[in-house]
Every structure is written in structure tokens, then in C-alpha cells.
């Protein structure tokens, strides 16, 4: 599965204000389950709130990778969200995030959703990407600078 084909400049954000980590989780259940007729806010922020007390997901370096499982989903949903401000995340490195990139995937997505996450994990442990990522001025070059990412 490519960054390509789970983005769209509509799952972009960029320049977001929050105030913690719990309105930032809020937030990306609200924007992962836009558009779905499956997918419920609160399930896909019980669930995401359920991974970070298993241990951040914050990787270092200013990114994050906040995912979980939903029940009753069938696709893989994802969206990119870069913070005005970064925010306290309890991230490895201590440091702040704003660059998340954010899943929600099908309860029963085992190999597939581990193998996405290193991918996801690989793409944002490029430092000149990140630097990048946080100087791009729309959502269609956010979009370009992810997919390019991929081989």
C-alpha cells in the first residue's frame, strides 16, 4: 500500500492549533472518520487513545504516528496534519511533535497494517523530508513531498 493511495490534499492539514494531546486525538478521529459512512469519531478516538496508553507513538524528531484498530472497518483511512505549534506528545526523544500522520485501520489488518507502519516510519526518519514537510505552504505540496517518498 502506497502514501499515495491513502492521501488526498483533503486528508492534509497544515497550521493546526491544539491545545494537548487529547484535542489533538480528537481532532484526527474527527478528520479520519470524515467522508465514511463506517467509520465513528469516538470508536476511532477510543481506539487511538487506547494505542498511546500502550506507549507513544511519538518516534522522535518531531513526528508521530497516532493508529488504531476499528471494529467494523474494511479500509485503511489516513490523514497527514502538520501543527502550527508543536505539542507535548510524550514522544522517545522528549521532544514536541508537529508532524503526525495519522491511521485508522480494519480491526483484523495484521501483516498489512505492521508493514504500512514501517513504511510510514521509514518515510519520516529522512531528515531533509521532515524539513521539507515543514517548510511546504499548501496541501498539495505535502501531498507531492509523501508520495515522492515511495519507490
Known amino acids: 500500500m502506497l502514501i499515495s493511495d491513502l492521501l488526498s490534499p483533503e486528508r ?9 494531546k487529547k484535542r489533538l486525538l480528537e481532532l484526527i478521529s474527527k478528520e479520519l472518520a470524515r467522508n465514511s459512512e463506517s467509520l465513528s469519531a469516538r470508536e476511532i478516538f477510543e481506539s487511538l487513545c487506547a494505542r498511546e496508553r500502550l506507549g507513544s507513538t511519538g518516534l522522535g524528531n518531531g ?7 476499528v471494529k467494523g472497518s474494511d479500509t485503511v483511512q489516513a490523514s497527514f496534519i502538520r501543527l502550527k505549534k508543536p505539542l ?11 508532524l503526525l500522520f495519522a491511521l485508522a485501520v480494519p480491526e483484523q489488518c495484521n501483516e498489512d497494517h505492521l508493514k504500512l507502519l ?10 531533509d523530508l521532515l524539513e521539507s514537510l515543514r517548510q511546504a505552504d499548501d496541501s498539495g505540496r505535502l501531498l507531492q513531498l509523501l508520495s515522492s517518498t515511495q519507490h
Not at 492534509?12 to 494537548?20: A, E, K, M, N, T
Not at 507535548?88 to 508537529?98: L, M, W
Request: aromatic share 8%; net charge negative.
Open 12 to 20: 492534509i492539514r497544515f497550521d493546526v492549533h491544539s491545545s494537548s
Open 63 to 69: 513526528v508521530a504516528i497516532p493508529h488504531g484498530r
Open 118 to 127: 514501517a513504511q510510514v516510519a521509514q518515510i519520516f526518519s529522512d531528515p
Open 88 to 98: 507535548a506528545f510524550d514522544a522517545i526523544d522528549g521532544e514536541p511533535v508537529d
